[in-house]
């Protein structure tokens, strides 16, 4: 919604992470029955990233947010809250967000996972503007991360040419000059939450050997009904949220849109009358990566320069639940961002090793205290 503002919740730092291996549409091909052609052609993708066997949504959200905060030039210590937006969680729980305070040595702040399907990102980046503007906090790190390659069915050609995993991330800060998330609408339609689910996993149907062998775990998808809300709710957003803050679908300077399909965002910058120059893709090289693509996407296209000072950036994405949300900012950062001295980048450094320390500590720490209390209650008896 928007309102009469107190203060701004300035975008001041911005990173991403995609794990290094590539896997193309060639590859894909070689495993279940589709083509290059095909992918390309019905997509827009021409390869994804898969994460290791050793990284997680944490541990690509940790990148991402570090970039972000280093960009920010914000101590890890003073960050006051981290939302991941995520729909693959390392845990049901605890929080993946939890995990990143802890490697980020974050203190100070409270984290959450956010869970809208691929509306995620914008809904979390929604949320913290708000927490901002009304004072609660001076700043918040929001990400958006994503191992969906641990939920992709490998052997479903429907579903597994499209996603790809990686991790991107906000930094806000309070501001009282005009700027930053300026209003965003989010909105959802349960009654579609079929079309597109992790059927089993969760309390409906917990993990047995028969949901594994059944292939339950896994994205189902009924793609041409997305396909056809989608192509609905982008447009439809886009208009709402720029009305919102009293500017016109001709204002839009950078459209970031939700990395799903280029027919659905062709279809969106169509039907907005968008010139292609405005519209942001990295779909081509990431795949759908749900809720990171998003930030990763805003975040590659602030690197290249895309916006300028007063200029009005648009963020639209729909997903799972079903969800959907738009989200209009107006940049308000000088760029290039003046790379930080080697100094500096050594102090945070330190900073994130300080943090494992510390975190280590506290565990032994309690176990340490547990083990005393016990000895002293054995005493006492
Ligand atoms: O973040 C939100 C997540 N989801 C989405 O954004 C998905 C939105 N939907 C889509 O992107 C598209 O619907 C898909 C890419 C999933 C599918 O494209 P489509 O043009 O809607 O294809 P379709 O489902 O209408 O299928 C057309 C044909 C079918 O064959 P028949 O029945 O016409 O013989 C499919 O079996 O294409 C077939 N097909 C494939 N063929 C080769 C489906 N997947 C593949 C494939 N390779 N990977």
């Given at each position: 919604m928007a309102n009469e503002r107190r203060r701004g919740a300035h975008i001041t730092g911005w990173g991403r992470y995609a794990p290094t291996r590539v896997l193309t549409n060639d590859d894909l091909s070689r495993m279940v029955d589709t083509s290059e052609e095909w992918i390309r052609q019905r997509t827009g993708i021409l390869e994804r990233r898969v994460a290791s066997s050793g990284e997680t949504t944490a541990s690509m959200s940790l990148r991402a947010a570090q970039a972000a905060l280093d960009v920010a030039e914000l101590?890890?210590?003073?960050?006051e809250l981290i939302i991941v937006a995520t729909v693959t969680p390392d845990h049901a729980f605890p929080a993946t967000a939890c995990l990143v305070q802890d490697a980020l040595g974050a203190r100070s702040a409270g984290a959450f996972d956010l869970s809208a399907g691929c509306s995620g990102f914008v809904y979390g980046l929604s949320l913290a503007a708000g927490l901002i503007e009304v004072g609660q906090y001076d700043n918040a790190v929001v990400i958006g991360a994503e191992t969906l390659s641990r939920i992709t069915?490998?052997?479903d050609r429907n579903t597994c040419v499209l996603f790809g995993d990686g991790a991107g991330a906000l930094v806000l800060q309070a501001n009282?000059?005009?700027?930053?998330?300026?209003a965003s609408v989010l909105r959802a339609d349960g009654s579609g939450g079929d079309l597109l689910k992790l059927p089993a996993g969760g309390s409906v149907q917990p993990a047995t050997t028969e949901t594994v062998n059944q292939r339950q775990h896994y994205i189902h998808m009924d793609g041409r009904e997305v396909f056809r809300f989608a192509s609905r709710v982008l447009p439809e957003a886009t208009r709402q949220v720029v009305e919102l803050v009293g500017r016109k679908v001709e204002d839009i300077v950078l459209f970031v849109p939700h990395q799903a399909n280029g027919r659905i965002i062709q279809s969106a910058v169509r039907a907005l009358k968008i010139?292609?120059?405005?519209v942001f893709t990295n779909l081509a090289r990431y795949g759908n990566t749900s809720s990171a693509s998003v930030p990763m996407a805003l975040a590659e296209a602030i690197d290249e320069g895309r916006v300028r000072k007063g200029d009005l950036i648009v963020c639209v994405a729909f997903g799972a639940g079903l969800t959907w949300a738009a989200t209009a900012i107006e940049w308000s950062v000088p760029l290039p961002v003046p790379k930080s001295p080697r100094w500096r980048i050594f102090w945070r450094w330190m900073l994130y090793r300080l943090a494992r320390i510390q975190s280590w500590w506290r565990r032994l720490w309690r176990q340490a205290d547990a083990w005393i209390q016990r000895l002293g209650e054995g005493e006492d008896h």
């Open positions: 101590d890890p210590r003073k960050v069915d490998w052997t009282g000059t005009r700027g930053g998330v300026l010139p292609p120059d405005r």
